[in-house]
C-alpha cells in the first residue's frame, strides 16, 4: 500500500489519528494526534516552525473554551425555563406545524443536544417559539378601531 504525504502529514497516518466513530468534529484529543503525526512526518531537512504549533494549539484551545461556554449556556438557560410556559413548534404526523403550549417540566441532554421536557414530550431548545403563550392570530382581532 503507497502512502500519500499531505504537507508532511502521512495520510495513513492521519487517517489512524482520527477517531473512528461516526462525529462530525474534531475534538481536543484528535487535535493533538494530528498534531503528533504532524510531527512524526515532517520533513527533518525543513521542520515546521513551533510557532505555528503554539499558535494553532492557541487556537484549538479558545474553539474549546467557547464551545465549552455556549454549552454552558445552554444549560443555564435550558434550566432557567423549567416551571415556565412556552409555546413549542412542532412538525405534526401530516407534516404541517402546529403549536404545543405548556409548561417546562425537566431540562436533560439527548443525543448531544441540550432538550426541554413539555407535556412529556421532549423538544429542542431551537424549537422554542416564545416563553408564554403566542396571541391568537384571529383576523377580527387585527382590525383597527375607527374613532
Excluded at 76 to 104: C, F, H, W
Excluded at 120 to 126: E, F, H, I, Q, T
Aim: aromatic letters at 6%; proline letters at 2%.
Amino acid at each position: 500500500m503507497s502512502d500519500i504525504s499531505i504537507n508532511g502529514v502521512n495520510a495513513n497516518s492521519a487517517a489512524a489519528a482520527t477517531s473512528t466513530t461516526s462525529k462530525n468534529t474534531l475534538d481536543m484529543d484528535d487535535f493533538y494526534k494530528l498534531m503528533a503525526a504532524q510531527l512524526k512526518n515532517q520533513d527533518v531537512s525543513n521542520p515546521t516552525d513551533e510557532s505555528d504549533f503554539m499558535n494553532q494549539m492557541m487556537q484549538m484551545a479558545v474553539i474549546s473554551a467557547i464551545n465549552t461556554f455556549t454549552d454552558i449556556s445552554k444549560t443555564s438557560y435550558a434550566a432557567s425555563l423549567v416551571g415556565r410556559d412556552v409555546t413549542i413548534a412542532d412538525i405534526g404526523n401530516d407534516g404541517k406545524p402546529k403549536e404545543v403550549y405548556g409548561t417546562v417540566t425537566a431540562t436533560g441532554v439527548y443525543s448531544g443536544e441540550q432538550v426541554i421536557y413539555v407535556n412529556d414530550n421532549r423538544y429542542a431548545l431551537s424549537q422554542i417559539m416564545a416563553i408564554g403563550k403566542l396571541p391568537d392570530t384571529d383576523s377580527s382581532s387585527n382590525s383597527s378601531s375607527s374613532g
